[in-house]
Protein backbone atom coordinates (compact mmCIF):
# COMPACT_ATOMS: atom_id res chain seq x y z
CA UNK A 1 0.00 0.00 0.00
CA UNK A 2 2.81 2.58 0.63
CA UNK A 3 4.71 1.41 -2.50
CA UNK A 4 1.61 1.89 -4.46
CA UNK A 5 0.68 5.36 -2.39
CA UNK A 6 4.93 6.38 -3.45
CA UNK A 7 4.09 5.74 -6.77
CA UNK A 8 0.86 7.91 -7.19
CA UNK A 9 2.79 10.61 -5.24
CA UNK A 10 5.88 10.36 -7.53
CA UNK A 11 3.55 10.69 -10.81
CA UNK A 12 1.71 13.42 -9.40
CA UNK A 13 4.58 15.27 -8.29
CA UNK A 14 6.69 15.11 -12.04
CA UNK A 15 3.52 16.10 -13.97
CA UNK A 16 3.77 19.79 -15.60
CA UNK A 17 2.97 22.63 -13.77
CA UNK A 18 -0.28 23.19 -16.34
CA UNK A 19 -1.33 19.48 -15.38
CA UNK A 20 -0.90 20.42 -11.59
CA UNK A 21 -2.68 23.32 -11.42
CA UNK A 22 -5.51 22.00 -13.56
CA UNK A 23 -5.84 18.96 -11.05
CA UNK A 24 -5.30 21.10 -8.18
CA UNK A 25 -8.38 22.99 -9.45
CA UNK A 26 -10.39 20.19 -10.23
CA UNK A 27 -9.66 18.80 -6.96
CA UNK A 28 -11.01 21.92 -5.76
CA UNK A 29 -13.46 22.32 -7.50
CA UNK A 30 -14.99 18.52 -6.49
CA UNK A 31 -14.13 18.91 -3.11
CA UNK A 32 -16.06 22.45 -2.37
CA UNK A 33 -19.01 21.02 -5.05
CA UNK A 34 -19.34 17.90 -2.78
CA UNK A 35 -19.07 19.92 0.55
CA UNK A 36 -21.70 22.50 -0.85
CA UNK A 37 -23.90 19.87 -1.90
CA UNK A 38 -23.80 17.79 1.47
CA UNK A 39 -23.95 20.80 3.45
CA UNK A 40 -27.07 21.94 1.50
CA UNK A 41 -28.50 19.04 1.25
CA UNK A 42 -28.58 18.51 5.20
CA UNK A 43 -29.71 22.17 5.91
CA UNK A 44 -32.49 21.20 3.73
CA UNK A 45 -33.46 18.16 4.89
CA UNK A 46 -32.97 19.62 8.34
CA UNK A 47 -35.12 22.25 8.02
CA UNK A 48 -37.93 20.28 6.10
CA UNK A 49 -37.63 18.12 9.01
CA UNK A 50 -38.27 20.35 11.55
CA UNK A 51 -41.14 22.14 9.91
CA UNK A 52 -42.79 18.53 9.42
CA UNK A 53 -41.95 17.61 13.17
CA UNK A 54 -43.83 20.90 14.10
CA UNK A 55 -46.43 19.58 12.01
CA UNK A 56 -47.08 16.62 13.15
CA UNK A 57 -46.20 17.41 16.65
CA UNK A 58 -49.16 20.02 16.33
CA UNK A 59 -51.54 17.39 15.47
CA UNK A 60 -50.21 14.10 17.31
CA UNK A 61 -50.92 16.68 20.68
CA UNK A 62 -54.36 17.10 19.99
CA UNK A 63 -54.57 12.81 19.42
CA UNK A 64 -53.04 11.89 22.66
CA UNK A 65 -55.15 14.93 24.36
CA UNK A 66 -58.24 13.39 23.31
CA UNK A 67 -56.91 9.67 23.83
CA UNK A 68 -55.92 10.42 27.54
CA UNK A 69 -59.67 12.24 28.03
CA UNK A 70 -61.03 8.88 26.94
CA UNK A 71 -59.12 7.14 29.21
CA UNK A 72 -59.96 9.88 32.03
CA UNK A 73 -63.78 9.14 31.03
CA UNK A 74 -63.27 5.63 31.86
CA UNK A 75 -62.07 6.20 35.28
CA UNK A 76 -64.67 8.88 35.74
CA UNK A 77 -67.24 5.58 34.81
CA UNK A 78 -65.70 3.82 37.20
CA UNK A 79 -66.16 6.31 40.06
CA UNK A 80 -69.77 6.59 39.21
CA UNK A 81 -70.56 2.74 39.06
CA UNK A 82 -68.67 2.33 42.49
CA UNK A 83 -70.99 4.51 43.84
CA UNK A 84 -74.10 3.59 42.97
CA UNK A 85 -77.14 3.00 44.97
CA UNK A 86 -77.80 -0.29 43.75
CA UNK A 87 -74.39 -1.90 43.14
CA UNK A 88 -73.24 -0.81 46.88
CA UNK A 89 -76.60 -1.92 48.60
CA UNK A 90 -76.45 -5.20 46.23
CA UNK A 91 -72.90 -6.15 47.34
CA UNK A 92 -73.46 -5.29 50.76
CA UNK A 93 -76.33 -7.65 51.14
CA UNK A 94 -74.37 -10.07 49.57
CA UNK A 95 -71.40 -10.06 52.43
CA UNK A 96 -74.72 -10.31 54.89
CA UNK A 97 -74.60 -13.71 56.42
CA UNK A 98 -77.01 -16.35 55.24
CA UNK A 99 -77.77 -19.60 53.87
CA UNK A 100 -77.87 -18.41 50.05
CA UNK A 101 -78.77 -15.91 48.23
CA UNK A 102 -81.55 -14.35 46.15
CA UNK A 103 -81.35 -14.76 42.63
CA UNK A 104 -82.15 -11.15 41.74
CA UNK A 105 -79.04 -9.88 43.59
CA UNK A 106 -76.97 -11.04 40.06
CA UNK A 107 -79.84 -9.38 37.93
CA UNK A 108 -79.38 -6.19 39.65
CA UNK A 109 -75.76 -6.30 39.93
CA UNK A 110 -75.96 -6.99 36.13
CA UNK A 111 -78.61 -4.14 35.23
CA UNK A 112 -76.63 -2.10 37.18
CA UNK A 113 -73.53 -2.17 35.71
CA UNK A 114 -75.41 -2.33 31.93
CA UNK A 115 -76.93 0.80 32.64
CA UNK A 116 -73.77 2.68 32.87
CA UNK A 117 -71.66 0.84 30.68
CA UNK A 118 -74.46 1.75 28.04
CA UNK A 119 -74.15 5.53 28.72
CA UNK A 120 -70.55 5.04 28.24
CA UNK A 121 -70.55 2.72 25.41
CA UNK A 122 -67.93 3.40 22.91
CA UNK A 123 -65.91 1.05 20.32
CA UNK A 124 -62.89 0.54 22.25
CA UNK A 125 -65.03 -0.64 25.10
CA UNK A 126 -64.86 -4.09 25.21
CA UNK A 127 -66.39 -5.11 28.16
CA UNK A 128 -67.45 -4.32 31.90
CA UNK A 129 -67.45 -6.41 34.88
CA UNK A 130 -68.38 -6.79 38.38
CA UNK A 131 -66.34 -9.02 40.52
CA UNK A 132 -67.85 -10.30 44.25
CA UNK A 133 -67.20 -13.40 46.27
CA UNK A 134 -70.19 -15.14 45.33
CA UNK A 135 -69.94 -14.21 41.09
CA UNK A 136 -68.69 -12.29 37.69
CA UNK A 137 -71.33 -10.41 36.23
CA UNK A 138 -69.95 -9.34 32.62
CA UNK A 139 -71.77 -6.88 29.99
CA UNK A 140 -70.69 -8.63 27.17
CA UNK A 141 -72.40 -12.32 27.06
CA UNK A 142 -69.33 -12.84 24.36
CA UNK A 143 -67.42 -15.74 26.35
CA UNK A 144 -64.55 -15.00 24.04
CA UNK A 145 -64.20 -11.66 25.24
CA UNK A 146 -64.05 -12.63 28.42
CA UNK A 147 -60.73 -12.89 30.85
CA UNK A 148 -60.40 -16.52 31.53
CA UNK A 149 -59.82 -17.23 35.42
CA UNK A 150 -55.73 -16.94 35.72
CA UNK A 151 -56.44 -13.44 34.11
CA UNK A 152 -59.35 -12.52 36.65
CA UNK A 153 -57.71 -13.36 39.56
CA UNK A 154 -54.63 -11.50 38.80
CA UNK A 155 -56.90 -8.28 37.80
CA UNK A 156 -58.64 -8.71 41.08
CA UNK A 157 -54.99 -9.34 43.10
CA UNK A 158 -53.54 -5.93 41.45
CA UNK A 159 -57.15 -3.86 41.57
CA UNK A 160 -56.89 -5.05 45.86
CA UNK A 161 -53.23 -3.64 45.60
CA UNK A 162 -54.43 -0.50 44.58
CA UNK A 163 -57.11 -0.42 47.70
CA UNK A 164 -59.52 1.90 45.31
CA UNK A 165 -57.00 3.83 43.62
CA UNK A 166 -57.69 3.22 39.29
CA UNK A 167 -55.05 0.87 38.02
CA UNK A 168 -54.30 0.47 34.66
CA UNK A 169 -53.08 -2.79 33.47
CA UNK A 170 -51.15 -3.26 30.55
CA UNK A 171 -48.93 -6.54 31.04
CA UNK A 172 -51.67 -8.35 28.51
CA UNK A 173 -52.12 -5.50 26.35
CA UNK A 174 -51.14 -7.57 23.28
CA UNK A 175 -53.36 -10.23 23.76
CA UNK A 176 -56.23 -8.81 25.49
CA UNK A 177 -56.12 -4.99 25.37
CA UNK A 178 -55.73 -2.77 28.40
CA UNK A 179 -57.77 -3.29 31.78
CA UNK A 180 -58.39 -0.60 33.88
CA UNK A 181 -59.46 -2.30 37.55
CA UNK A 182 -61.02 -0.69 41.04
CA UNK A 183 -62.15 -2.38 44.11
CA UNK A 184 -65.71 -1.33 45.11
CA UNK A 185 -65.12 0.02 48.69
CA UNK A 186 -68.62 0.37 51.02
CA UNK A 187 -69.57 3.68 51.10
CA UNK A 188 -71.94 3.26 54.32
CA UNK A 189 -70.38 4.67 57.46
CA UNK A 190 -67.09 5.07 55.77
CA UNK A 191 -66.60 1.86 56.89
CA UNK A 192 -64.44 1.41 53.01
CA UNK A 193 -64.92 -2.39 53.00
CA UNK A 194 -64.26 -4.15 50.21
CA UNK A 195 -67.86 -5.45 48.24
CA UNK A 196 -66.11 -6.41 45.55
CA UNK A 197 -63.90 -5.50 42.20
CA UNK A 198 -64.83 -3.67 38.72
CA UNK A 199 -62.42 -4.56 35.80
CA UNK A 200 -63.04 -2.77 32.22
CA UNK A 201 -61.11 -4.00 29.51
CA UNK A 202 -60.28 -1.29 26.31
CA UNK A 203 -58.83 -2.67 22.42
CA UNK A 204 -56.06 0.08 22.19
CA UNK A 205 -56.87 -0.40 18.61
CA UNK A 206 -59.71 0.54 18.30
CA UNK A 207 -59.39 3.44 20.56
CA UNK A 208 -56.25 4.83 18.50
CA UNK A 209 -58.45 4.01 15.46
CA UNK A 210 -61.47 6.33 16.46
CA UNK A 211 -58.65 8.87 17.91
CA UNK A 212 -57.14 9.30 14.32
CA UNK A 213 -60.43 10.42 12.84
CA UNK A 214 -59.67 13.53 15.19
CA UNK A 215 -56.85 14.49 12.77
CA UNK A 216 -56.39 13.15 8.73
CA UNK A 217 -53.83 15.75 8.19
CA UNK A 218 -51.78 12.51 6.67
CA UNK A 219 -52.73 9.72 5.10
CA UNK A 220 -50.68 6.88 5.59
CA UNK A 221 -50.37 7.35 9.53
CA UNK A 222 -49.30 4.46 12.32
CA UNK A 223 -49.00 4.67 15.73
CA UNK A 224 -46.56 2.90 18.32
CA UNK A 225 -47.59 3.14 22.31
CA UNK A 226 -45.21 2.15 24.82
CA UNK A 227 -44.88 1.96 28.63
CA UNK A 228 -41.68 2.29 29.69
CA UNK A 229 -39.93 0.07 27.09
CA UNK A 230 -42.82 -2.11 27.36
CA UNK A 231 -44.65 -2.42 24.01
CA UNK A 232 -48.67 -1.97 24.27
CA UNK A 233 -49.79 -1.42 20.75
CA UNK A 234 -48.25 -0.57 17.36
CA UNK A 235 -50.33 -0.50 14.12
CA UNK A 236 -51.20 -3.77 12.18
CA UNK A 237 -49.37 -2.66 9.29
CA UNK A 238 -45.94 -2.33 11.13
CA UNK A 239 -43.60 -5.50 12.04
CA UNK A 240 -43.85 -5.73 15.51
CA UNK A 241 -40.29 -7.07 16.04
CA UNK A 242 -38.75 -4.05 14.69
CA UNK A 243 -40.79 -2.02 16.13
CA UNK A 244 -39.33 -3.50 19.59
CA UNK A 245 -36.00 -2.02 18.18
CA UNK A 246 -36.41 1.55 17.39
CA UNK A 247 -38.09 2.88 20.50
CA UNK A 248 -34.57 3.86 22.17
CA UNK A 249 -33.07 5.49 18.17
CA UNK A 250 -35.61 8.04 18.76
CA UNK A 251 -35.17 11.01 20.66
CA UNK A 252 -37.49 13.54 19.19
CA UNK A 253 -38.03 12.94 15.59
CA UNK A 254 -36.28 10.62 13.17
CA UNK A 255 -36.32 8.77 9.79
CA UNK A 256 -36.54 5.12 10.39
CA UNK A 257 -37.35 2.12 8.15
CA UNK A 258 -39.67 -0.39 8.94
CA UNK A 259 -40.56 -3.44 6.53
CA UNK A 260 -38.63 -2.00 4.50
CA UNK A 261 -40.15 1.20 4.13
CA UNK A 262 -39.03 4.09 5.51
CA UNK A 263 -41.15 6.58 8.11
CA UNK A 264 -40.80 10.03 9.94
CA UNK A 265 -41.27 9.25 12.95
CA UNK A 266 -41.92 12.11 16.44
CA UNK A 267 -41.81 11.11 19.86
CA UNK A 268 -44.43 12.10 22.43
CA UNK A 269 -45.72 11.51 26.18
CA UNK A 270 -49.20 10.97 27.26
CA UNK A 271 -50.40 11.74 31.02
CA UNK A 272 -51.03 8.14 32.19
CA UNK A 273 -48.41 6.85 33.89
CA UNK A 274 -45.06 6.70 32.00
CA UNK A 275 -46.91 6.03 28.47
CA UNK A 276 -45.07 7.82 25.46
CA UNK A 277 -46.16 6.97 21.41
CA UNK A 278 -44.54 6.95 18.24
CA UNK A 279 -46.49 8.93 15.14
CA UNK A 280 -45.23 7.67 12.19
CA UNK A 281 -46.25 8.51 8.37
CA UNK A 282 -44.89 7.46 5.12
CA UNK A 283 -41.77 9.30 3.79
CA UNK A 284 -40.73 7.30 0.77
CA UNK A 285 -42.87 10.02 -1.46
CA UNK A 286 -40.79 12.60 0.26
CA UNK A 287 -37.69 11.06 -0.16
CA UNK A 288 -38.38 10.50 -3.91
CA UNK A 289 -39.21 14.09 -3.84
CA UNK A 290 -35.77 15.03 -2.70
CA UNK A 291 -33.74 12.56 -4.66
CA UNK A 292 -34.59 14.22 -7.59
CA UNK A 293 -34.22 17.54 -6.42
CA UNK A 294 -31.08 16.45 -5.57
CA UNK A 295 -30.49 14.71 -8.95
CA UNK A 296 -31.37 18.30 -10.78
CA UNK A 297 -29.31 20.28 -8.40
CA UNK A 298 -26.46 17.99 -8.60
CA UNK A 299 -27.48 18.00 -12.50
CA UNK A 300 -26.75 22.23 -12.91
CA UNK A 301 -23.80 22.13 -10.84
CA UNK A 302 -21.92 19.59 -13.02
CA UNK A 303 -22.88 21.42 -16.13
CA UNK A 304 -21.59 24.70 -14.22
CA UNK A 305 -18.44 22.67 -13.02
CA UNK A 306 -17.25 21.84 -16.74
CA UNK A 307 -17.73 25.19 -17.89
CA UNK A 308 -15.57 26.20 -15.14
CA UNK A 309 -12.74 23.84 -15.63
CA UNK A 310 -12.90 24.57 -19.52
CA UNK A 311 -12.27 28.54 -18.91
CA UNK A 312 -9.33 27.51 -15.99
CA UNK A 313 -7.72 25.41 -18.94
CA UNK A 314 -7.52 28.28 -20.96
CA UNK A 315 -6.61 30.66 -17.99
CA UNK A 316 -3.84 28.01 -16.86
CA UNK A 317 -2.39 27.80 -20.51
CA UNK A 318 -1.67 31.57 -20.65
CA UNK A 319 0.31 31.13 -17.46
CA UNK A 320 2.35 28.84 -17.51
CA UNK A 321 4.30 29.02 -21.19
CA UNK A 322 5.73 31.55 -19.51
CA UNK A 323 7.29 29.37 -16.76
CA UNK A 324 7.67 26.67 -19.44
CA UNK A 325 9.96 29.26 -21.26
CA UNK A 326 11.51 30.49 -18.21
CA UNK A 327 12.47 26.41 -17.34
CA UNK A 328 13.42 26.17 -21.15
CA UNK A 329 16.21 28.94 -20.05
CA UNK A 330 17.58 26.96 -16.84
CA UNK A 331 17.68 23.60 -18.23
CA UNK A 332 20.50 25.51 -21.37
CA UNK A 333 21.97 27.30 -18.89
CA UNK A 334 22.61 24.57 -16.98
CA UNK A 335 24.14 22.69 -19.97
CA UNK A 336 26.20 25.91 -20.67
CA UNK A 337 26.75 28.30 -18.09
CA UNK A 338 28.24 31.03 -20.53
CA UNK A 339 24.87 31.08 -22.93
CA UNK A 340 21.60 32.34 -22.26
CA UNK A 341 18.42 31.01 -24.61
CA UNK A 342 16.81 33.92 -26.54
CA UNK A 343 13.15 34.60 -25.55
CA UNK A 344 10.39 35.55 -28.17
CA UNK A 345 8.80 37.59 -25.43
CA UNK A 346 9.78 40.91 -23.99
CA UNK A 347 9.86 40.97 -20.48
CA UNK A 348 11.46 43.95 -20.14
CA UNK A 349 8.46 46.36 -18.97
CA UNK A 350 6.66 43.41 -17.39
CA UNK A 351 6.02 44.17 -14.14
CA UNK A 352 4.23 40.83 -12.44
CA UNK A 353 6.08 37.76 -11.14
CA UNK A 354 6.84 36.31 -14.37
CA UNK A 355 8.05 39.36 -15.78
CA UNK A 356 10.08 39.70 -12.45
CA UNK A 357 11.44 36.23 -12.31
CA UNK A 358 12.64 36.01 -16.27
CA UNK A 359 14.75 39.64 -15.34
CA UNK A 360 16.12 38.19 -11.84
CA UNK A 361 17.10 35.05 -13.56
CA UNK A 362 19.75 36.41 -15.70
CA UNK A 363 21.06 38.60 -12.74
CA UNK A 364 21.14 35.49 -10.73
CA UNK A 365 23.32 33.18 -13.78
CA UNK A 366 25.74 35.76 -13.59
CA UNK A 367 26.39 35.46 -10.00
CA UNK A 368 25.51 32.45 -9.05
CA UNK A 369 29.12 31.23 -8.50
CA UNK A 370 30.02 33.94 -6.98
CA UNK A 371 27.32 33.63 -4.08
CA UNK A 372 28.63 29.74 -3.59
CA UNK A 373 31.55 30.94 -3.24
CA UNK A 374 31.26 32.83 -0.68
CA UNK A 375 28.54 31.00 1.36
CA UNK A 376 30.87 27.87 1.66
CA UNK A 377 33.84 30.21 2.96
CA UNK A 378 31.41 32.04 5.38
CA UNK A 379 30.54 28.79 7.19
CA UNK A 380 33.73 27.59 7.18
CA UNK A 381 34.26 30.93 8.94
CA UNK A 382 31.87 30.25 11.50
CA UNK A 383 32.79 26.63 12.12
CA UNK A 384 36.85 27.86 12.87
CA UNK A 385 35.18 30.92 15.57
CA UNK A 386 33.15 28.10 17.04
CA UNK A 387 36.14 25.86 17.61
CA UNK A 388 38.05 28.72 18.92
CA UNK A 389 35.58 30.17 21.14
CA UNK A 390 36.62 28.72 24.45
CA UNK A 391 40.26 28.76 23.91
CA UNK A 392 39.98 33.02 23.66
CA UNK A 393 38.52 33.45 27.25
CA UNK A 394 41.34 33.79 29.69
CA UNK A 395 44.77 34.58 29.62
CA UNK A 396 46.68 31.91 31.36
CA UNK A 397 49.97 32.83 32.53
CA UNK A 398 49.51 34.96 35.64
CA UNK A 399 46.84 32.46 36.97
CA UNK A 400 49.19 29.63 36.86
CA UNK A 401 51.57 31.17 39.14
CA UNK A 402 48.82 32.57 41.49
CA UNK A 403 47.22 29.00 42.09
CA UNK A 404 50.94 27.58 42.32
CA UNK A 405 51.12 30.57 45.21
CA UNK A 406 48.16 29.47 47.20
CA UNK A 407 48.62 25.57 46.76
CA UNK A 408 52.46 26.07 48.57
CA UNK A 409 50.92 28.70 51.32
CA UNK A 410 47.78 25.97 51.72
CA UNK A 411 49.87 23.50 52.44
CA UNK A 412 52.32 25.22 54.73
CA UNK A 413 49.72 26.34 56.88
CA UNK A 414 47.85 22.85 57.27
CA UNK A 415 45.04 23.68 54.84
CA UNK A 416 44.59 20.21 52.68
CA UNK A 417 41.52 21.28 51.10
CA UNK A 418 42.45 24.65 49.75
CA UNK A 419 45.61 23.04 48.86
CA UNK A 420 43.61 20.15 46.34
CA UNK A 421 41.13 23.26 45.18
CA UNK A 422 44.13 25.31 43.71
CA UNK A 423 46.23 22.67 42.84
CA UNK A 424 43.19 20.98 40.99
CA UNK A 425 42.30 24.09 39.30
CA UNK A 426 46.07 24.50 38.22
CA UNK A 427 45.66 21.29 36.33
CA UNK A 428 42.27 22.40 35.22
CA UNK A 429 43.28 25.19 33.03
CA UNK A 430 46.36 24.20 31.92
CA UNK A 431 44.27 21.19 30.29
CA UNK A 432 41.51 23.13 28.71
CA UNK A 433 43.65 25.90 27.46
CA UNK A 434 45.70 23.25 25.50
CA UNK A 435 45.72 24.57 22.06
CA UNK A 436 45.05 20.95 20.81
CA UNK A 437 41.71 20.49 18.96
CA UNK A 438 41.06 16.93 20.05
CA UNK A 439 41.44 15.20 23.14
CA UNK A 440 41.61 11.49 23.67
CA UNK A 441 38.76 10.41 26.05
CA UNK A 442 41.46 10.24 28.78
CA UNK A 443 42.40 13.61 28.67
CA UNK A 444 38.67 14.42 28.09
CA UNK A 445 38.22 12.24 32.21
CA UNK A 446 41.41 14.14 33.59
CA UNK A 447 39.42 17.71 33.10
CA UNK A 448 36.69 16.41 35.07
CA UNK A 449 38.15 14.75 37.48
CA UNK A 450 39.89 17.79 38.59
CA UNK A 451 36.66 19.62 37.98
CA UNK A 452 34.54 17.09 40.33
CA UNK A 453 37.08 17.42 43.26
CA UNK A 454 36.63 20.97 43.29
CA UNK A 455 33.03 20.67 42.92
CA UNK A 456 32.77 17.88 45.71
CA UNK A 457 35.34 20.00 48.16
CA UNK A 458 32.49 22.39 47.82
CA UNK A 459 29.25 20.72 48.52
CA UNK A 460 31.01 18.49 51.32
CA UNK A 461 28.69 15.22 51.23
CA UNK A 462 25.92 16.61 48.92
CA UNK A 463 27.58 15.33 45.67
CA UNK A 464 27.83 11.69 45.05
CA UNK A 465 29.76 11.27 41.58
CA UNK A 466 30.53 7.77 40.20
CA UNK A 467 31.75 6.91 36.90
CA UNK A 468 31.69 3.89 35.06
CA UNK A 469 34.05 3.77 31.69
CA UNK A 470 35.28 0.77 29.73
CA UNK A 471 39.04 0.80 29.49
CA UNK A 472 39.04 -0.36 25.62
CA UNK A 473 37.47 3.65 24.93
CA UNK A 474 40.17 5.66 26.74
CA UNK A 475 41.93 6.12 23.18
CA UNK A 476 39.04 7.21 21.53
CA UNK A 477 38.90 11.20 20.07
CA UNK A 478 36.35 13.51 21.58
CA UNK A 479 35.61 17.01 21.20
CA UNK A 480 38.19 19.10 23.48
CA UNK A 481 35.62 20.48 26.55
CA UNK A 482 33.00 18.63 25.48
CA UNK A 483 32.04 16.25 28.41
CA UNK A 484 33.14 18.56 31.12
CA UNK A 485 30.30 21.11 30.52
CA UNK A 486 27.62 18.77 30.66
CA UNK A 487 28.40 17.67 34.08
CA UNK A 488 28.96 21.53 34.87
CA UNK A 489 25.29 21.58 33.77
CA UNK A 490 24.12 18.85 35.92
CA UNK A 491 26.10 20.78 39.17
CA UNK A 492 24.48 23.84 38.82
CA UNK A 493 20.81 22.99 37.90
CA UNK A 494 20.56 20.36 40.55
CA UNK A 495 23.36 21.06 43.54
CA UNK A 496 22.71 24.80 43.35
CA UNK A 497 19.10 24.88 42.97
CA UNK A 498 18.73 22.31 45.62
CA UNK A 499 20.05 21.01 49.37
CA UNK A 500 19.53 17.31 49.11
CA UNK A 501 22.14 14.85 47.86
CA UNK A 502 23.00 15.08 44.57
CA UNK A 503 23.79 11.64 42.52
CA UNK A 504 25.63 12.62 39.29
CA UNK A 505 26.71 9.33 36.98
CA UNK A 506 29.14 9.22 34.42
CA UNK A 507 29.02 5.83 32.10
CA UNK A 508 29.98 5.34 28.65
CA UNK A 509 28.51 2.11 26.47
CA UNK A 510 30.89 0.84 23.67
CA UNK A 511 29.31 -1.50 20.81
CA UNK A 512 30.05 -2.06 17.26
CA UNK A 513 31.93 1.11 16.43
CA UNK A 514 29.74 3.30 18.46
CA UNK A 515 29.84 4.92 22.01
CA UNK A 516 27.04 6.52 23.76
CA UNK A 517 28.19 8.58 26.72
CA UNK A 518 25.89 9.32 29.74
CA UNK A 519 25.56 12.12 32.44
CA UNK A 520 22.28 11.42 34.87
CA UNK A 521 21.78 13.48 37.17
CA UNK A 522 18.83 13.57 40.11
CA UNK A 523 17.46 16.84 41.33
CA UNK A 524 16.68 18.57 38.13
CA UNK A 525 14.98 17.99 34.80
CA UNK A 526 15.02 18.97 31.02
CA UNK A 527 12.59 21.09 29.06
CA UNK A 528 11.28 18.74 26.08
CA UNK A 529 12.73 19.71 22.40
CA UNK A 530 16.07 21.89 24.61
CA UNK A 531 18.23 21.99 21.42
CA UNK A 532 15.63 22.71 19.41
CA UNK A 533 14.54 25.61 22.08
CA UNK A 534 17.71 27.15 22.04
CA UNK A 535 17.98 27.11 18.06
CA UNK A 536 14.68 29.01 17.54
CA UNK A 537 15.69 31.06 20.86
CA UNK A 538 12.47 30.24 22.50
CA UNK A 539 15.23 29.56 25.46
CA UNK A 540 16.98 32.27 25.94
CA UNK A 541 20.90 31.32 25.21
CA UNK A 542 22.63 32.01 27.91
CA UNK A 543 25.67 30.84 30.17
CA UNK A 544 25.57 26.72 29.88
CA UNK A 545 22.62 27.09 26.85
CA UNK A 546 24.92 28.34 24.27
CA UNK A 547 27.49 26.03 25.53
CA UNK A 548 25.30 22.59 24.89
CA UNK A 549 24.85 24.41 21.22
CA UNK A 550 28.69 24.38 20.71
CA UNK A 551 29.15 21.46 22.29
CA UNK A 552 26.40 19.67 19.62
CA UNK A 553 27.56 21.54 16.73
CA UNK A 554 31.40 21.00 17.36
CA UNK A 555 30.67 16.93 17.54
CA UNK A 556 28.79 17.16 14.20
CA UNK A 557 31.67 19.03 12.60
CA UNK A 558 33.98 16.56 13.68
CA UNK A 559 32.33 13.74 13.17
CA UNK A 560 28.93 14.31 10.95
CA UNK A 561 25.36 15.23 11.45
CA UNK A 562 24.61 11.93 12.63
CA UNK A 563 26.23 12.16 15.66
CA UNK A 564 24.90 14.35 19.04
CA UNK A 565 23.82 14.85 21.97
CA UNK A 566 20.36 13.76 23.12
CA UNK A 567 18.48 14.97 25.90
CA UNK A 568 15.26 13.70 27.86
CA UNK A 569 14.50 12.45 31.58
CA UNK A 570 14.57 8.94 32.91
CA UNK A 571 13.04 7.52 36.58
CA UNK A 572 13.52 11.16 37.97
CA UNK A 573 17.38 11.75 36.33
CA UNK A 574 17.68 14.08 33.91
CA UNK A 575 19.90 12.74 31.10
CA UNK A 576 22.45 13.94 28.33
CA UNK A 577 23.44 10.67 25.98
CA UNK A 578 26.60 11.66 23.47
CA UNK A 579 26.52 9.69 20.73
CA UNK A 580 29.79 9.20 18.79
CA UNK A 581 31.75 7.17 16.34
CA UNK A 582 34.66 5.13 18.21
CA UNK A 583 37.77 6.60 16.37
CA UNK A 584 41.32 6.04 17.77
CA UNK A 585 43.26 8.88 18.94
CA UNK A 586 46.15 9.20 16.22
CA UNK A 587 45.71 12.91 15.39
CA UNK A 588 48.21 15.03 15.76
CA UNK A 589 46.85 19.06 16.39
Not at 164 to 183: C, K, M, Q
Not at 263 to 271: N, S
Not at 288 to 314: E, N
Request: aromatic fraction near 10%.
Amino acid sequence: MSFFNKNISRKIANQKLETKLLLSTIGIDLLFLFFFLVAAFSIITSRYHKLLYQSMQSSASLVSYEFTNRLEDLVTMTNIVRSDSTVQSTLDEIYQPQEDYAVHYYSDIYSALQKHYLEYRQPYLKMAAISCPRFITYTNENIACRPDADLTKELIALAEAGEGSPVWVTSHAEDHGIFLVREIKKIKNLRLDNLGTLIINVNLGDLVTEMSKISNEYKDSYWIIYEKDQLLFSSPELDTEEVQKINDKIKSYAVVTLNGRKYFAIRGTMDINEWNYLHLISYDEVAKSQQMTAFLYVLMLSCGFLCSILMVHVIVRKITRHFDLLLYRMQQFGEDSTVLAPVPYDYTDRTDEIGILHRQFTHMAERIQTLVVENYRQQLLTKDAQLKSLESQMNPHFLYNTLDAINWRAKAIGEPEISQIADSLGHFLRMTLNKKERFTLKQELDIIHYYMTIQQLRFDNRLNFTESIPDACLDAQVPKLSIQPLLENAVHYALEQITDECIINLTCVYSQGLMQIYVKNSGSEFPDDLLENLRTHKIREQGLGIALLNIEERIQLMFGQQYGLHFYNENDFAVVKMEIPYVKDDYRG
